[in-house]
């Protein structure tokens, strides 16, 4: 077991974090509020809330207070983060229902944004593509419960497989 795995682990016994626990927001740093406001706004088309002076601006689904923070405190006009280096991998915003998220790729291909890969997890689906900064972005819902793929012990078999887009944008002709 390596130093740190037995550091974090300590002399008492692990007990997980509450189950209601969840990310309740993520807070970006981007180099323009415009352009990124352009992109989570008018692209993908959460509400705005609140802009705090010309340096960030808060945004939300369904009138919460925000899920997403952007601001330009460290970093106006900064430089995207090159490729090979930590940091934040992506964000992923869950959707209510399949159809929700066909109506995030329909915003998507409308905007001419393109996608870095698409799949099918067996407990998910989901987008991936990166916002104007660079931050990775993941677009998902999660299937019902029973249809997650089991192993015969019963626990979680995920995979990654092709997501069909034609098949996920045939959801919004219902």
Do not use: C
């Not at 915003?93 to 870095?116: N, V």
């Amino acid at each position: 077991m390596s130093e740190t795995k037995q550091a974090a682990q300590g002399d008492q016994a692990f007990r997980p974090v509450a189950a209601g626990t969840r990310i309740g927001h993520v807070h970006l740093k981007v180099a323009d509020l415009d352009r990124a406001v352009g992109f989570y706004h008018g692209v993908l088309g959460f509400e705005i809330v609140q802009y705090y002076g010309q340096q960030a601006a808060f945004l939300s689904a369904g009138g919460y207070h925000h899920h997403i923070g952007l601001n330009t405190w460290e970093s106006l006009g900064g430089a995207r983060p090159p490729r090979g280096t930590t940091g934040l991998y992506h964000t992923a915003f869950l959707y209510p229902t399949r159809r929700d998220l066909a109506d995030a790729l329909r915003r998507l291909i409308e905007a001419g944004i393109p996608l870095q890969g698409a799949s099918d997890h067996g407990v998910s689906e989901a987008l991936y593509l990166d916002d104007p900064d660079g931050n990775g972005v993941e677009l998902y819902w999660d299937k019902p419960q029973e249809r997650w793929p089991r192993r015969p012990d019963g626990s979680l078999e995920m995979y990654t497989r092709r997501l069909d887009l034609e098949a996920l944008l045939r959801e919004l002709a219902d």
